[in-house]
């Protein structure tokens, strides 16, 4: 029988330091790293993540009908037995399903021209036996008869590939481990264009496998010697060329090879040239690319398709109108992007520039975008939509008549009214008196100065949209307001609000983040200490850096594999994500000055002997992006330094990764538990 912990593990402290630039750095925590990473079979390193597991286990035993009642809470509101709406791809209509109670789902077809719904494939079979299960990617050969898939069953994210005949329900022998990546069909059906993940975890290539034929015989087409640059491949719209990409977060270089014809030479579109991004398509021997090289903010060219560096602007860049994606079908195209931070889609025509056809939307926020349109003619477009307050509502756009038909609005089957609650945008200045947007939804009935709940990520040019959350009802139906602080890293309002937040200008993104908190404190939507907060990943960076400098402002903070050995990672090449994110962070290896600034910010480093509000962070033994060490050594630090009495917990899921659990019902869970952490951390009757 396990005996329940009386105290909190305290991890040992071993002499271990390094010296850069001069300075010399403490890691009294460096064993808690596996010598033998990706493989953790070290006795005291699993030994302390068992204890502190152990220890989270004990916290939260008490809590275990709050995290029962939040779990029924938030199951209820799943439409358990549900579909997707079918989609049509050339002979068939394509629809995802999930059966009553099942945690994965099934994908379905059938024939256009009449016929039997087809079983293609089975997640829940595929996951039974497993702890964890994902599916990756999934393929329909163009003749509709092949189905490759790849799955991963530990969290690692090496991914296996499987091809299925589809007319006959048999698995072929062909099985290419490690990928991480699209799988596109080219040649007729004969070939599989894939890529690798090498030993660091980095996909520095493109390779071509020849259907039933052994694996070692694949041809690599494209290999990639620029450490921190990663490969991706993908069909041209019109499905004529393969497109082979190669980028880092500030640069890419685009390659065409004809689809039918894999082997010829490629196409450069243009040599790579440093902090210009560009995505290419193609249509009647005509290049459509949208490229930043003229504004930060994204323009829209063309070029000859024998002359594919000569490019001609089509929609020239625009400081309010963020370019986001650009999708060609036969007779025109559309244009996404965000006017002034709010979503925006516009259908645009080949013979005639001037023609610009906007989709009106009915709410004044909103997520808005491209849905599944996968053929070359469409005369409907699927659109999804959704705001803090709208369930996702699946739209078919008739592009002549400019028409918005609703295909189906997401079910929520203990009910909710969307009348009891609002939403507002607000803009909050920061301490540089710069404005910044924040999303806000709360129930009409709230009490001012009640809790509130403020998420944030800010990182990599990834906005976070103002969308529909029903696990977020279970804070929100509790008093609290649930805001988004939109601050600056994302790229919510622009390329330039991105770049405001990385490398010498990072600290940006905490201070944006503690001057909203303050702002809506100063507002009466909260008090000091009653606010409770999350993040994960890049986003977890956050949480560590806001506990460090303002930890009397937070009632509770949860902090989701949380990146938070960010110098000691910047200096470790050899890591799975290192020289890619040099673009995003600093190289502190060859920079002074990055290394300075990122150890004056780093929340592993800056951890010191104050008061720190309750913390719950998670970690994946498995996850090859944040890996398993960084929060462990986190928490370490923690908790011989603080001079509080709060909480701190920390649960890695030892057969998981970044995501933590799979399923859809045993990731909702781990919600639960995190909600419930902040109920009992904020004094909320549940």
């Known amino acids: 029988m396990t005996q329940t912990p009386a105290s909190p593990p305290v991890a040992e402290q071993r002499p271990h330091s390094s010296e850069y630039h001069g300075i010399r750095v403490e890691d009294p925590y460096a064993w808690l790293r596996d010598a033998e990473y990706p493989t953790v079979n070290d006795k005291d390193v699993l030994a302390y993540l068992e204890a502190e597991n152990a220890w989270f286990e004990a916290r939260m035993a008490p809590r275990k009908q709050v995290v029962e009642k939040l779990f029924k809470e938030m199951r209820g509101r799943i439409k358990e037995a549900d579909k997707s709406v079918p989609q049509k791809d050339g002979d068939y209509l394509y629809w995802i399903e999930y059966e009553e109670g099942a945690e994965y789902k099934k994908w379905w077809r059938r024939p256009v021209a009449g016929g039997p719904d087809e079983l293609m494939l089975d997640e829940t079979a ?100 620029d450490e921190g640059f990663r490969v991706s491949s993908s069909l041209s719209a019109n499905e004529q060329w393969l497109i082979v990409s190669a980028g880092d977060h500030e640069t890419s270089e685009v390659r065409l090879i004809p689809a039918g014809d894999p082997l010829a030479e490629p196409i450069l579109v243009k040599p790579r040239q440093k902090g210009v991004e560009y995505d290419v398509d193609e249509r009647d021997g005509t290049l459509f690319i949208l490229a930043n090289d003229t504004h930060e903010n994204f323009r829209v060219a063309t070029a000859p398709l024998a002359d594919p560096a000569n490019w001609t602007t089509l929609i020239a860049g625009s400081d309010a109108f963020y370019l986001t994606g650009l999708d060609l079908f036969r007779d025109f195209y559309v244009v996404e992007g965000r006017l002034n931070g709010l979503d925006r889609i516009e259908i645009r025509y080949y013979d ?14 909103y997520s808005a975008g491209l849905g599944d349109n996968p053929e070359w003619a469409m005369d409907k477009l699927r659109l999804s939509y959704e705001s803090m307050v709208s369930p996702a509502t699946t739209y078919d756009y008739d592009v002549a008549g400019r028409q918005l038909a609703v295909l189906k609005v997401q079910e929520i089957p203990s009910g909710y009214d969307a009348s009891l609650y609002a939403t507002e945008r607000l803009e909050i200045p920061g301490r540089d008196s710069t404005k910044i947007p924040v999303s806000i939804m709360y129930r009409k009935d709230r009490q001012p100065g009640g809790p509130l709940h403020l998420y944030g990520y800010g990182a990599y040019g990834i906005s976070i949209d103002p969308g529909f959350s029903t696990t977020r009802l279970s804070l929100v139906d509790r008093g609290f307001a649930y805001a988004i602080a939109h601050i600056r890293g994302g790229d919510d309002l622009g390329r330039a609000w991105y770049k405001a937040g990385k490398l010498e200008r990072r600290t940006n993104t905490f201070n944006d983040f503690v001057d909203v908190a303050k702002g809506l404190i100063e507002r009466n939507y ?41 110098l000691n990672t910047m200096l470790d090449a050899s890591l799975p994500l290192t020289p890619g994110e040099w673009p995003e962070w600093g190289n502190p290896i060859e920079d002074k000055a990055a290394f300075e600034l990122i150890r004056s910010y780093s929340p592993y480093d800056n951890v010191r002997a104050q008061d720190y509000p309750p913390l719950l962070v998670t970690a994946g033994l498995n996850d090859p992006r944040v890996t398993y060490w960084e929060p462990a050594k986190w928490v370490a630090r923690l908790r011989a330094a603080k001079t509080d009495g709060n909480e701190l917990l920390l649960k890695t899921n030892m057969g998981a990764g970044h995501g933590g659990k799979s399923g859809r019902f045993e990731s909702l869970r781990e919600t639960a538990e995190e909600f419930a952490f902040i109920l009992w951390q904020m004094r909320i009757a549940d």
């Open 526 to 566: 909260t008090q000091a200490g009653r606010i409770s907060i999350s993040g994960g990943s890049a986003g977890g960076e956050l949480m560590g850096a806001v506990v460090n400098s303002d930890p009397a402002l937070w009632g509770a903070v949860v902090a989701h594999v949380p990146f938070v050995d960010v």
């Open 352 to 365: 005639n520039p001037g023609r610009i056809e906007p989709i009106a939307f009915p709410e004044a926020s």
């Open 126 to 225: 595929l996951a039974r036996g497993t702890e964890y299960f994902r599916l990756g990617a999934i393929s329909v050969s163009q003749s509709g008869r092949l189905l490759a898939y790849s799955i991963d069953d530990n969290g690692s994210e090496r991914f296996t590939v499987r091809i299925k005949d589809l007319a006959t329900g048999e698995l072929m022998p062909d099985t290419i481990p490690g990928t991480l990546s699209s799988l596109v069909w080219v040649a007729g059906d004969r070939g599989l264009v894939y890529s690798l993940a090498n030993e660091q975890w980095r996909t520095d290539n493109a390779r071509l496998h020849w259907f039933g034929t052994p694996v070692e015989q694949d041809v690599e087409l494209y290999h990639e010697n």
